[in-house]
């Protein structure tokens, strides 16, 4: 509060059909400030900045920028007052290139001299870009690295970013912050979404939280304890999760993977070679690696969407799964969640019900002589809305109308009441809030404890070493040995993730 | 011989261009996300204004202009519809199309075997006098470069202007291009209608140029290949050319076939055009990751701003 206010919102209300986004909202931000708005899924804060950002109109309300009253009509005009905004679900274009997404948010520009400020912009930042790849064959990471330098390049006053280290390393999280405290040194804001409390703590100078479409308190995030944050933000007392007890080697083999060679499909994808794994039942396997290392491929040829292999075997609960498709694998005691949550683990324009029908009818038994048990299905799919507080209107949703969040809350219950033998788990909380997560976190545990096996891959360390028996660590196509999780500390993965990135053909030294 | 080569050269080209109108304006409306079955309605609306202004004024260029303008009008119709009403596109196409073909036959009734003076071949002095290549390079009429002209001026327009970039960008993903800030319904509405004055001057071509005559339903499926050439063609203009020319190309053979009395049955011969192509253009559009680049992920799929 040390400069004039930027920023500053009286009264700000919004609401939707069938709920109350935002509810007489108040946010003062000043200028060289990080400020973080934190709050469970459904809150409002995505809401909120769309507002700030001019993609919503707010039904009442004032926005005050540099002390003016101000309306926002349009992003365009947001841009132009100086307000930047990364969206944590991405505003790219697939089929474009880099270099295309980037020119489209600002103004006309000769493309070398784009590409020169962009390269120069990106390494300045320490975000590395490839110009002329296609979206669309992107990783996660790689994408949102496009969004953040795009609002680089705008210059702007006020920086706002929604949730931007979900699927970051700690080291590019480390260079993020180096990037935003160097930003806010400029005398520039930051507005700072995000569910990991930790990095509130260690970032932002101060924290606005929001429940239910309310503003509940103002704090100072490095007076607070990680706990007493997420207690302000979901308004009740959580229980930690505890770690995980070791299990015996005895129990029996649910995943065994040798030799698997894949070539991707992708046009920019991540050949695997010789990935070796096992999981046993009761275990989580922990994979980690930095988007864009063979995870998709991985998840692909183990849930059976990519066909059959260039070499190696794949048994699933001890029966060869070579050539078999999803639908056989899920026969097996598998169950799959990929990592997008729209398109691929849920289809957009159908309901919730419709959705659980789609990956729940082999294990659930919803048709019979070819006809689907709608009741069945409905029940089975309103279990998984209270089982994993899911928060919508109703189990006739549209997978489309829930925040991302609760989507991701939706497609997890889905697979784990199933109660699978065999779990396989990309990103199992990307995007969703402490409470949720913790939540995810306790139905994975309560899974294995029951005797199934669970493979994860996730770029979240913090997710990775709480949950997980053995770790191992997937680069250039390539996987590590998996090492107990006493023998190995965050910082040894961070490294070897990056030592793995430079020096390719001898990455098997590095664990064996 | 030479010059009846020439002679079917030239009429394949006469061929291809409604299709390269109509075509290259549905090429435009697709890679902004909509998709407007109502070119074959379009054309005839076309077709059928330009002729009866022709006929009326007796000033055949005022009756092609005419054309444009009733193809942009019909399309605007569709555009309401689908953009603002938010209509089903798919729906609102089809019937465009049945009520291009009914107006048209009510509208051209009092028109039916009248004529009309013709759009002449230009002749340049000394080009167009050169042996072989002068009929081949400068001896067809105006349209046909026109046509071309207009072609190549999208393909410029697609890969390197910056609207052209906007145009992709809001067809790739409409919520995206919302969320930066660019106007998506009021770029579509630009490109419905574009689509719309093209294949309003493709079916004005061949009510003025190609045939010369008003006959009810003159576009005899063509705007049905200009939407399967689009499509095939992997939203290309250059594979859109090279279909149109095919197509044409392989019009006129069967013609001359048909006349020379193989023994072939004149139906299948009619339908060799049509299969020839889309075969062609499938056998050469399999890339899934060019076809990915290409396609407009949005189309066909209403859009509404959320405010």
Request: aromatic share 6%; proline share 4%.
């Amino acid at each position: 509060m040390t400069e004039q206010g930027l920023l500053s919102l009286t009264g700000v209300c919004k609401s939707f059909p069938g709920c109350i986004a935002n509810d007489n909202i108040d946010l003062d931000v000043a200028a060289g400030e990080i400020h973080a708005l934190l709050g469970e899924n459904g809150a409002g804060k995505s809401t909120l900045v769309k507002i700030i950002y001019g993609v919503l109109r707010p039904d009442q309300g004032n926005i005050r920028w540099q002390g003016k009253v101000t309306r926002i009509e349009n992003p365009a005009q947001a841009r132009s007052l100086g307000i930047g905004m990364v969206f944590q679900h991405f505003s790219l274009f697939e089929a474009m290139t880099t270099l295309e997404n980037i020119a489209l948010a600002l103004p006309p520009e000769d493309p070398e001299a784009l590409r020169a400020r962009l390269e120069e912009t990106a390494s300045a930042y320490g975000l590395a870009l490839q110009p002329d790849r296609h979206v669309y064959d992107l990783s996660m990471g790689e994408r949102q690295r496009i969004e953040i330098v795009r609002c680089l390049l705008q210059n702007p006053q006020l920086l706002i970013l929604d949730e931007p280290t979900s699927v970051l390393t700690p080291q590019e999280t480390e260079i993020l912050f180096e990037t935003l405290r160097t930003l806010s040194q400029e005398s520039r804001a930051i507005l700072y979404i995000s569910h990991k409390l930790e990095e509130v703590r260690a970032l932002c100078d101060r924290a606005t939280i929001l429940r239910g479409g309310r503003r509940v308190d103002d704090c100072l995030p490095a007076q607070e304890t990680t706990r007493s944050l997420a207690e302000k933000m979901i308004g009740k007392k959580i229980q930690q999760v505890s770690r995980q007890s070791p299990i015996d080697s005895g129990s029996s083999m649910l995943l065994a993977v040798s030799d698997l060679n894949v070539r991707s499909d992708l046009a920019h994808g991540v050949d695997l070679t010789d990935i070796r794994l096992e999981v046993r039942a009761g275990e989580v396997l922990g994979i980690a690696g930095i988007a864009g290392n063979g995870q998709i491929e991985l998840m692909g040829a183990l849930s059976g969407e990519t066909g059959s292999p260039l070499a190696g075997s794949i048994r699933i609960l001890g029966t060869d799964a070579i050539g078999l498709n999803p639908t056989a694998r899920r026969s097996l005691g598998a169950v799959f969640v990929p990592e997008e949550r729209i398109g691929h683990a849920a289809v957009a324009d159908m309901t919730l019900v419709d959705n659980s029908y789609l990956t729940g009818d082999t294990r659930m038994k919803f048709s019979r002589r070819g006809l689907i048990d709608w009741p069945a299905v409905t029940r089975y799919t309103q279990n998984v809305v209270q089982d994993f507080d899911v928060r919508t209107t109703g189990v006739d949703a549209l997978a489309s109308s829930l925040s991302g969040g609760n989507l991701q809350k939706f497609i997890v219950g889905r697979e784990i009441l199933q109660e699978p033998s065999l779990l396989v788990v990309s990103q199992p909380t990307w995007g969703v809030d402490a409470g949720a997560a913790a939540a995810i976190h306790e139905e994975i545990q309560r899974l294995v404890s029951a005797g199934a096996a669970v493979l994860m891959i996730s770029q979240d360390l913090d997710e990775i070493f709480l949950l997980s028996h053995r770790i191992a660590v997937i680069s250039q196509g390539t996987l590590s040995a998996a090492m107990p999780i006493d023998e190995i500390t965050p910082e040894d993965i961070g490294l070897l993730m990056g030592i793995r990135h430079e020096v390719q053909p001898e990455a098997d030294h590095v664990t064996a | 011989m030479p010059d009846l080569i020439i002679a079917s050269v030239m009429t394949m080209m006469t061929a291809a261009t409604p299709l390269v109108f109509a075509a290259t304006g549905e090429l435009i409306c697709e890679r902004s996300g909509v998709l407007n079955l109502g070119v074959e309605g379009m054309m005839l609306i076309g077709a059928v204004f330009g002729f009866a202004t022709a006929a009326v004024t007796g000033n055949a260029p005022l009756g092609l202009l005419m054309a444009g303008v009733a193809g942009l009008l019909a399309s605007l119709i569709f555009a309401t519809l689908t953009l603002s009403l938010l209509s089903n596109q798919v729906a609102t196409g089809l019937a465009l199309t049945i009520f291009g073909t009914g107006l048209s036959a009510l509208v051209g009734f009092d028109y039916v075997g009248e004529t009309i003076d013709q759009i002449a071949a230009i002749h340049l002095p000394v080009l167009s006098d050169l042996p072989v290549v002068g009929r081949l390079l400068f001896g067809h009429d105006p349209l046909v470069y026109l046509s071309l002209g207009l072609l190549a001026a999208v393909a410029w327009f697609l890969s390197r202007s910056r609207w052209g970039m906007i145009l992709r960008a809001v067809g790739d993903s409409d919520v995206s291009a919302h969320a930066i800030g660019y106007p998506v319904v009021l770029i579509r509405y630009a490109a419905v209608a574009f689509g719309g004055m093209m294949a309003g001057l493709g079916g004005g071509y061949l009510s003025l140029v190609y045939t010369p005559l008003w006959a009810e339903n003159m576009a005899a499926g063509r705007g049905w290949i200009a939407l399967a050439l689009v499509v095939f063609a992997s939203w290309r203009p250059e594979r859109v050319l090279f279909g149109a020319i095919l197509f044409g190309s392989i019009t006129i053979l069967q013609l001359n076939a048909q006349a020379a009395g193989l023994g072939i049955p004149a139906a299948f011969m009619s339908m060799l055009p049509y299969i020839a192509t889309i075969v062609v253009l499938v056998l050469i559009s399999r890339d899934a990751i060019k076809i990915r680049l290409n396609a407009p992920a949005c189309l066909g799929r209403p859009f509404r701003a959320e405010r």
